[in-house]
């Protein structure tokens, strides 16, 4: 079965400071990843997706970069951190061919950057 | 025209009530609309999804109906229980991209 593992859980920062957040799916090849921000009390903000190694998109323009090393492997980087930077960040894959299909959602990272 | 629009904001609802979501879209190109649900703390999970050749699908207590005419959908959660308390998002994508849009979410709370 495939599971995705999203890490740490929580996370606080002090403003300035470097960001690295991993993600990893087992059990599937050749997923779509995503990464996701929540803020507090506002919808799922599409950050970036990914069809393949080392095949980026970005949505929105920001203080944040991602990366996919390897087929099964997503990452969420800051070189620094910003106040508005704070919030719950999540993690999900999908069948490739579009997500026309269940998306499956890691349990996320509360990030505080004080 | 990439958005959803979702309301309301956030929802009272008594035990064994209905609740009640909407959601509406521009992109006409949009032909899979599926619903998650979100407990405090945890990711979404997907809770049923429709596409646009049919009006309306149900699963036990939760219907969605869609108006395509309307560019609309809605979720309906029949005899709604304390347990159903959690965020609600509607989300679309069209097939040929690997993007899906999600609503602004209604957090639904149930009292006994």
């Known amino acids: 079965s495939q599971t995705i593992h999203q890490w740490p859980a929580t996370l606080v920062q002090p403003v300035g400071s470097p960001l690295s957040l991993e993600c990893t799916v087992e059990?599937?090849?050749?997923?779509?990843l995503y990464w996701y921000r929540q803020a507090a009390g506002r919808g799922l903000q599409l950050l970036f997706y990914?069809?393949?190694?080392?095949?980026i998109s970005s949505e929105v323009p920001q203080n944040l970069s991602a990366s996919r090393p390897q087929d099964r492997q997503f990452i969420l980087s800051s070189k620094k951190l910003l106040l508005s930077d704070s919030g719950f960040y999540l993690c999900?894959?999908?069948?490739?061919?579009?997500?026309?299909?269940?998306?499956?959602f890691g349990q996320g990272t509360r990030l505080t950057v004080v | 025209q990439q958005q959803v629009k979702q309301s309301p904001q956030s929802l009272i609802v008594q035990k064994g009530g209905i609740s009640i979501i909407n959601c509406a879209y521009e992109?006409?190109?949009?032909?899979?609309f599926p619903w998650y649900q979100q407990f405090p703390g945890k990711g979404p999970a997907l809770l049923i999804a429709?596409?646009?050749?049919?009006s309306e699908k149900k699963e036990g207590r939760f219907t969605i109906s869609f108006n395509k005419s309307a560019k609309q959908f809605s979720l309906h959660i029949m005899d709604s229980q304390p347990g159903d308390s959690a965020t609600y998002f509607c989300?679309?994508?069209?097939?040929?991209?690997?993007?899906?849009?999600f609503g602004t979410g209604t957090r639904l709370q149930v009292f006994p």
């Open positions: 990914s069809v393949g190694i080392g095949q």
């Open positions: 429709i596409r646009p050749d049919v």
């Open positions: 059990g599937t090849s050749n997923p779509n």
């Open positions: 999900a894959w999908s069948k490739s061919k579009g997500m026309n299909t269940e998306a499956f």
């Open positions: 992109n006409t190109a949009f032909d899979y």
């Open positions: 989300a679309a994508n069209t097939y040929n991209t690997d993007k899906l849009i």
